[in-house]
């Protein structure tokens, strides 16, 4: 079974930077989707950045709210996604969580995992 760590959640002034990571274990497919997903209390977890491990999976994809401020990278040896955030928002405050789509064939619904999420809290 896939597992997926997360850390380096905090609390951050705005204008401030976290960087957060996210290790997978197990059993990754060649084929599979990373990303992190971020979600406010009484509101619907939204995706905030996707990286997929080949073309077929996609490309690297962020939300019209983080793009140019936040970037997200892989580290193929480690298994492991990272999300680099700058200049950082009070509207940014959220629980992130990592994500994986773990395709065994490409046309067959994936394996989807979620981590625990990790706190980010961005002060005005």
């Known amino acids: 079974q896939v597992q997926l760590v997360e850390s380096g959640g905090g609390l951050v002034q705005a204008g401030g930077s976290l960087r957060l990571s996210c290790a997978a274990s197990?059993?990754?497919?060649?084929?599979?989707?990373m990303g992190w997903y971020r979600q406010i209390p009484g509101k619907q977890r939204e995706l905030v950045a996707t990286?997929?491990?080949?073309?077929?999976?996609?490309?690297?994809n962020y939300a019209d709210a983080v793009r140019g401020r936040f970037t997200i990278s892989k580290d193929i040896a480690k298994k492991t996604v990272h999300l680099q955030m700058d200049n950082l928002k009070p509207e940014d405050t959220a629980v992130y969580y990592c994500n994986i789509k773990n395709f065994r064939a490409l046309g067959s619904p994936p394996e989807d995992v979620w981590g625990q999420g990790t706190q980010v809290t961005v002060s005005s």
């Open positions: 990286i997929p491990s080949v073309s077929e999976a996609g490309t690297t």
């Open positions: 197990g059993r990754v497919f060649s084929v599979n989707v």
